[in-house]
């Protein structure tokens, strides 16, 4: 039985984002490694190697062709990445993480996470440290340092820490001030 010829780069492109979101960098990037294996270069003109500029044209082409029928989609990339960060991430880690694939928020999303970040970092908090609680300052730095891990804000950090020291007060009548 013959091998079976490899996929064009549309077919792999759109096989990627049957599978999941891909920011516009990231799935360039993927393009661009499938064009350079020796499988995809049969394809070549002369059986020769492509130039590093055409293939770069050549994908930038496909990632236009796919963005105009809808199938690469910037929003839909940050709102599903944001969708799937937000439960156990803070703002900073998730604006990193979407700078690193060559995006940014937008104002309302920035401004939704903002306001949600507080109640995500208690929910955080409370799923790994509800049990032990504050206790002792060792403690303290220990869960300010796995939240400072997770993207959330120093300010809110505190905030969590220092409500979980006093048990007594509910966490919907705390300031909402830093």
């Excluded at 492109?13 to 049969?42: F, G, I, N």
């Excluded at 790994?128 to 997770?150: H, T």
Aim: hydrophobic letters at 40%; aromatic letters at 6%.
């Amino acid at each position: 039985m013959a091998p079976k010829p490899p996929a064009s780069p549309k077919v792999r492109a759109l096989q990627w984002l049957a599978q999941r979101e891909h920011s516009r960098d990231e799935l360039r990037a993927k393009l661009l490694r499938l064009m350079r294996t020796p499988r995809a270069t049969v394809e070549a003109p002369e059986g020769g190697d492509r130039d590093e500029a055409d293939l770069a044209a050549e994908v930038d082409t496909l990632l236009d062709w796919l963005s105009t029928r809808g199938y690469l989609s910037q929003a839909r990339f940050v709102e599903s990445r944001v969708h799937a960060r937000e439960k156990r991430f803070g703002n900073l880690r998730i604006e990193r993480e979407l700078q690193q694939h060559g995006v940014t928020l937008d104002a309302d999303a920035r401004a939704a996470l903002k306001a949600s970040e507080y109640q995500r970092a208690r929910e955080v908090w409370h799923r790994k440290y509800a049990a032990i609680g504050a206790a002792d300052a060792a403690a303290r730095v220990r869960q300010m340092r796995f939240l400072v891990g997770r993207g959330f804000s120093p300010e809110v950090v505190r905030r969590v820490l220092r409500d979980a020291a006093a048990p007594g007060e509910r966490a919907d009548t705390v300031d909402t001030e830093p």
